[in-house]
Structures are given as structure tokens and as C-alpha cells.
């Protein structure tokens, strides 16, 4: 039997990264596209010399290697790059996560659940490569406060309502308690996913 392949999405600082921890304790596989990304930077050959191309090497830190921020500062204000860096890495990101799901298949006893946090989910097209939804959504004072941002950046403008996010997806909670309610929340998606574990 393959996992249960969940999707945990939101807006920045909604607690998506919590949320993904929260279903870890409670059983589940996960993995982050913030992690497969950070990795796909430091460590994938064709990928740095793609940003070395495109960018330049004012994108290495004093190390050497490819600096997130600088890349952030970049493409902050430039729609176009950011199109760019993104079709370099979603391809990436999705493979990887994809294969790491088979693989989970694949093991004599397998997790009944497995949890992918996918910021963009629905803005790229991203759901139908999953069997439920999560969405976590948060009052924007609260994602500000958290993600330590005094305005909304580009990305932001960009995304999907939450409203909508919510609309679309299997489960949502609104993170705005406890670290406790956020746990009860996913404690209980787990058991109504367990229950519907694909053959």
C-alpha cells in the first residue's frame, strides 16, 4: 500500500514548516520544497552553473557557494527572473519529491501517510499530483509578525487567496492559537487520512 500523499500549503508565515512538523510527530513522512530547493542550491552542479550564467558570481558568498539571499534580492523586484528561477527549479523540486514518494512505496512497510509542504502548490498546478490537500491560513498581522516582513513582498501579490486556498483544499485551519491547537488539528487529519489510504 503506498502512502496517503498529502500536500501542506499557505501563505508565508501561515505555519506551513510547523504544520509539517506537527504531522512528522504524529506518524508521517515529510519532506519541505524549501529543503529539496536549499539542497538543489548547494549541491546540484547543473543548477549553480545555470545561476552563474544568468546571474553572475556576485551569487557566491565568501565560500564559494550560491548565496539565497542574493538570488532573493534579485528576483524581489524582477518578475522576469523570478519566471526564470522558477522554471529552473519547480521541474526539480517536484521530480525530487515525486521519486522520494516511490521510494516510500516501496519500503517493506511503508508510513500511511506522507506530507509534502509545496508553498505554490495551486498557483503552479501542483494538487493533482496529490491525494489531499492541507491548507494552513493565518490573520496577515499574524504571517507579517512571523515571517518578519513589514509589507507583503511580490511573492505575496502573486499568490492565491487564502479564501480561495481554503476552498479548494481537503483540510484547512486557520493557525492563529497554540502550537497545542495546531497539533490537535493535525493529530485529527491524520486519522481521517489513514482511513482513506489508497490500495
Do not use: C
Amino acid at each position: 500500500m503506498r502512502p496517503v500523499a498529502v500536500a501542506i500549503t499557505g501563505g508565508i508565515g501561515a505555519g506551513k514548516t510547523e504544520a509539517l512538523h506537527a504531522f512528522a510527530r504524529h506518524g508521517a513522512a515529510t519532506i519541505s520544497s524549501d529543503d529539496i530547493v536549499h539542497r538543489l542550491l548547494r549541491e546540484d552542479d547543473d543548477v549553480r552553473a545555470a545561476l552563474l550564467e544568468r546571474f553572475g558570481t556576485g551569487i557566491l558568498d565568501d565560500a564559494g557557494h550560491i548565496d539565497r539571499a542574493a538570488i532573493s534580492r534579485i528576483v524581489f523586484d524582477d518578475q522576469e527572473a523570478l519566471a526564470w528561477l522558477e522554471a529552473l527549479l519547480h521541474p526539480r523540486v517536484v521530480a525530487e519529491y515525486l521519486a522520494w514518494r516511490e521510494a516510500l512505496a516501496a519500503l517493506p512497510d511503508p508510513p500511511a501517510v506522507s506530507a509534502t509542504e509545496v508553498p505554490l502548490l495551486y498557483e503552479v498546478g501542483g494538487e493533482e499530483r496529490f491525494d489531499a490537500i492541507v491548507a494552513i491560513t493565518a490573520p496577515e498581522d499574524l504571517r507579517r509578525e512571523r515571517s518578519r516582513v513589514s509589507s507583503p513582498d511580490q511573492r505575496e501579490s502573486r499568490l492565491i487567496p487564502d479564501e480561495e486556498k481554503t476552498a479548494r483544499a481537503d483540510f484547512s485551519y486557520v493557525n492563529d492559537g497554540t502550537r497545542q491547537q495546531l497539533d490537535d488539528f493535525v493529530a485529527e487529519t491524520m486519522r481521517a487520512l489513514a482511513a482513506r489510504q489508497p490500495a
